[in-house]
């Protein structure tokens, strides 16, 4: 599964029009620009800059020795759909911290809580729900997955997706931690 993953990805990088990612591009910088403010872009750009800088310089040595053939070209054109591709991913780390750092908190609370009412129950006649438990246990991974997704998706995806995955990321904790079983 994991090797036809990656020979998808591979055909993909190779076939992706350049087009498609810059537009991805201006569109996730103008609707975070819309929606968390001027400064929060600018935050995540200043942020983001540092590391696609490294990247940049690599991509131009790499393309410093490459001629005007067909070929050349089409490794110029994977080189920047590469940066490209790359600085989208950095740009969608960097928001995905920005709401981190107010999501933590949540997460922590909703971890806590759970294992509170886990206690609660332990000294109680309510019995734990192993259904629920792995379903806590699923719903964590396939948001983690969609992290994951989301994060090295080539194309425009709407930006509260990184409030949400942290809002469920808290749930699925919550889930998870509130129906342990009673004797582990």
């Known amino acids: 599964m994991t090797i036809i993953l990656m020979v998808g990805v591979l055909v993909f990088w190779a076939l992706i029009p350049e087009k498609v990612l810059e537009s991805s591009w201006r569109t996730e910088q103008e609707k975070m620009a819309l929606w968390a403010g001027d400064s929060t ?35 110029t054109g994977r080189i920047y759909v590469t940066l490209l591709w790359a600085s989208l991913i950095v740009y969608r780390a960097y928001a995905l911290l920005m709401w981190g750092l107010i ?46 997704v989301w994060l090295c ?17 808290a749930f699925s904790l919550w889930l998870w931690a509130s129906n342990l079983q009673k004797r582990l």
Do not use: C, Y
Request: zero cysteines; hydrophobic letters at 50%.
């Open 41 to 75: 872009h600018r935050w995540i750009g200043t942020e983001a800059v540092d590391v696609l800088n490294q990247v940049a310089r690599q991509g131009e040595r790499a393309a410093g020795g490459l001629g005007n053939s067909q070929i050349d070209s089409w490794l």
């Open 103 to 148: 999501g933590i908190p949540l997460i922590l609370a909703a971890a806590a809580d759970g294992l509170l009412i886990r206690e609660i129950r332990k000294h109680s006649f309510v019995s734990q729900s192993p259904i629920r438990h792995k379903i806590g246990i699923h719903f964590f991974r396939l948001i983690t997955v969609a992290m994951v």
């Open 153 to 169: 998706l080539p194309v425009p995806a709407p930006i509260f997706v990184a409030p949400a995955v942290i809002g469920f990321m």
